[in-house]
């Protein structure tokens, strides 16, 4: 009797220890598919307040809900632009980080908030051509149809 408690016993914990090993294994080899680059996030937005993420469209790595750009209260250049004029920086709100297109892939957005850099005496900053791109489509009202 007491040989099968023990056998019980044992034959419990090797059961436990297989079936961990085997949710491991399975999840180690079932990763994730990853989606096609047609339906990818064009950019990584990260807003400083909040220390809030969040995927841009997959067309366009300026365009999210969070960001307004056609009213004239935020701007945007990139950050090799923003190394030239320190006195910028307390401006800044945010980053985008560029996947598409191929050729700004890596390149880093800088979001600037133009009411702070109105505060401190220095004039607003525009938008680079991907996000005036974005306001001139959006105020036609081609994204609205």
């Not at 990139?78 to 401006?91: G, K, N």
């Not at 980080?97 to 390149?107: M, T, W």
């Amino acid at each position: 009797m007491v040989g099968l408690v023990v056998c019980y016993i044992i034959g419990s914990v090797i059961g436990t220890f297989g079936y961990f090993m085997w949710i491991g294994a399975s999840r180690l080899l079932n990763v994730p598919e990853q989606l096609p680059e047609w339906e990818q996030a064009a950019g990584r937005i990260h807003l400083f307040a909040g220390d809030r993420y969040f995927n841009s469209s997959n067309l366009n790595a300026y365009q999210h809900d969070a960001l307004n750009w056609s009213d004239g209260r935020i701007g945007c250049g990139f950050w090799h632009d923003l190394q030239m004029r320190p006195e910028l920086q307390p401006a800044v709100i945010g980053t985008i980080q560029i996947f598409k297109p191929v050729h700004q892939k890596g390149q880093i957005a800088v979001i600037l908030d133009n009411s702070v850099l109105d505060s401190m005496g220095l004039s607003p900053v525009g938008l680079n051509s991907s996000a005036q791109d974005l306001v001139v489509v959006e105020n036609s009202g081609i994204l609205t149809s």
